[in-house]
C-alpha cells in the first residue's frame, strides 16, 4: 500500500498556488450536460473525484478530451443516457449532481441512492423534497432513485431546511427550463453556488441571487455551451494557510479569494497567525505562540467544515483549552482519535471537541480517516517529533492535486512511499 511519509521538524516556507475548486469543478461538469455542445472548463483541478465525474459523464454518452493539466473539452451533444449507476455513485457521492441536469435535459433521471460515508449519513432528503415541488416525481425501485416530470416541471417556492450544498445545486440546474420561476429560500451562499449560477447564465440561465439566502430561477429555453474558469478552490488555500500557521515561517497561498475565507482568517488572526491578504492571495506567519480559540462549523459565511480539522489540529498545539462545535456533519471528528496517536489531548462530547493544547505532536503510524482529516495529519506531521506515516491516502488524491510535490516545494520532508500491507488477522 501507499502512505504518505513525513518527518518532522523541516523549514515551511515559500509560495504555493492551488488549483480550481473541486467542489465547484464536479457540480460545473454536472452542468454541461444541459448545454449540448463542446463546453470547455479550465482551472480544472487533476484530482481523483473530477476523474470520477468524467466516468460518469463519459457513461451517460459525453466525449472529453483533456488539453493541458487543467482543462477540460467536454462534448454533450451525443448524452444518449439519464442514468448515474451505483458503481459510480458508490465512488463518489457528489455523481448526485447529474441528477438536476439530467431532469433539465429529459425530463427524467435515475440516480443509484448514495450510500452513508464515513463523515454521516448524507441524506439527499432535501434534493428530493424540492424538487417534487417542482413537479418531480420519484420511485424507489432496487435501491435506485426514478425520477420522472409527468407534467412538465413549473418553478414553485423551495424553502429548504437547512442551507444544503447540493440540494441547492440540484435544485438550481433543475430549474433552469422550468415553467415560470423558481424561488429556493434558505439557499446555500458558498462561493461554488455562485460559480454555478455565472455558469449557469453564461449558458443562458437566468439566476439571480446567487450567494444570498434566495435564489430566483427564471426558466428560460434550450442553453449553449460556454468556457469557463473554475473558482480557486478555497479549502486547498485553507488547507495550506493552517499548515503555515502551524510551522510558523512565511508562506504565501495564491490562487484564491481570500474574502472566500473570510472567517477562517479572522480565527486565525485571533489565534496569533499573521495573514496579509492581497489580490488573490495571502501571506501567513506566526512569531507567538498560538492562542486558543473556539469554532463553530455552520454553512457559508460561517466556519466552513471543511477546515474543521486542519484547525483543530492547530487547536491541539495552542496555549490553552478551546472547543470545536461540528454542526454540519455528524461523524467528523473521526480525525481527532488519529491526532490522539500523535499526543493531542481531545476529548468527544456528541458534537463538541475539547481541546487541550499539548506542547508537541510525536510522530505516529495514523489513518487518513476521510479527504480533510488525511491533510491534517499529513500537516501536524511536519511539526511533530521523529516520522509520522499517514495510510488510506486514496482519501487525499480525491481532493488535492499534487500535494506531496507542493510540500515538498516548500521544503517539508515528506515523501510518497510503497510500504507492505499490514499482516491481516484470519480469526
Ligand atoms: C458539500 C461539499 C462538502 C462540504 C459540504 C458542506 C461537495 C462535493 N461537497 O457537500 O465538501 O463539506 O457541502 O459545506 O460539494 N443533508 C440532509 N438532507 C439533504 C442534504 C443534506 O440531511 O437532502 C444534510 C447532510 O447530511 C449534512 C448537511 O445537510 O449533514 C449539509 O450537507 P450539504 O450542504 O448538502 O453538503 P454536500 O452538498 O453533501
Known amino acids: 500500500m501507499e502512505v504518505i511519509r513525513v518527518e518532522g521538524g523541516a523549514p515551511v516556507e515559500g509560495a504555493v498556488t492551488v488549483e480550481g475548486a473541486k467542489n465547484s469543478a464536479l457540480k460545473l461538469m454536472a452542468a454541461t450536460l444541459m448545454a449540448p455542445g463542446v463546453n470547455t472548463l479550465t482551472n480544472v483541478p487533476n484530482i481523483a473525484d473530477v476523474h470520477v465525474m468524467g466516468k460518469v459523464l463519459k457513461y451517460l454518452g459525453a466525449k472529453i478530451d483533456v488539453l493541458g493539466e487543467h482543462e477540460l473539452r467536454i462534448d454533450t451533444t451525443t448524452i444518449d443516457k439519464w442514468e448515474a449507476p451505483y458503481h459510480l455513485v458508490a465512488q463518489m457521492r457528489a455523481s448526485t449532481a447529474v441528477l438536476g441536469p439530467l431532469l433539465a435535459r429529459f425530463g427524467k433521471a435515475v440516480v ?185 462549523t455552520l454553512p457559508f459565511p460561517g466556519f466552513p467544515t471543511d477546515m474543521q480539522a486542519q484547525t483543530m489540529c492547530l487547536l491541539a498545539r495552542a496555549s490553552n483549552s478551546s472547543v470545536v462545535t461540528e454542526n454540519v456533519f455528524e461523524n467528523r471528528f473521526m480525525f481527532a482519535s488519529e491526532l490522539q496517536r500523535m499526543g493531542a489531548d481531545i476529548r468527544i462530547e456528541g458534537h463538541h471537541a475539547i481541546v487541550h493544547g499539548v506542547k508537541a505532536f510525536s510522530g505516529a503510524k495514523v489513518k487518513s480517516p476521510d479527504l480533510r482529516g488525511g491533510a491534517a495529519l499529513v500537516m501536524a506531521g511536519l511539526v511533530a517529533d521523529g516520522v509520522t506515516t499517514v495510510s488510506d491516502i486514496h482519501h487525499i488524491d480525491r481532493g488535492y492535486e499534487r500535494f506531496v510535490e507542493k510540500l515538498q516545494a516548500l521544503g517539508a520532508w515528506v515523501t510518497r512511499e510503497e510500504v507492505p500491507d499490514p499482516e491481516t488477522d484470519d480469526d
Open 112 to 296: 443509484a441512492m448514495p450510500g452513508g460515508c464515513n463523515i454521516g449519513a448524507r441524506k439527499i432528503d432535501m434534493h428530493i423534497l424540492g424538487l417534487e415541488a417542482l413537479g418531480v416525481h420519484f420511485d424507489i425501485d432496487h435501491g435506485d432513485i426514478h425520477a420522472t416530470t409527468p407534467g412538465g416541471m413549473r418553478g414553485a417556492l423551495v424553502t429548504l431546511d437547512f442551507a444544503s450544498v447540493g440540494a441547492t445545486e440540484n435544485l438550481m440546474m433543475a430549474s433552469v427550463h422550468a415553467k415560470g420561476t423558481t424561488v429556493i429560500d434558505n439557499a446555500a451562499r458558498e462561493p461554488e453556488i455562485v460559480d454555478l449560477a455565472n455558469l449557469l447564465n453564461e449558458m443562458g440561465a437566468k439566476v439571480r441571487g446567487a450567494g444570498s439566502p434566495v435564489i430566483e430561477i427564471e426558466g428560460v429555453g434550450e442553453l449553449r455551451p460556454v468556457t469557463h474558469r473554475v473558482v480557486g478552490d478555497r479549502i486547498e488555500a485553507g488547507t495550506f494557510v493552517a499548515m503555515a500557521g502551524l510551522c510558523g515561517r512565511p508562506v504565501t497561498v495564491r490562487g484564491f479569494e481570500p474574502v472566500h475565507l473570510g472567517l477562517v482568517l479572522k480565527k486565525y488572526e485571533l489565534m496569533g497567525i499573521r495573514v496579509e491578504r492581497g489580490q488573490h492571495q495571502v501571506t501567513i506567519s506566526r512569531d507567538a505562540p498560538l492562542a486558543s480559540v473556539d469554532i463553530q
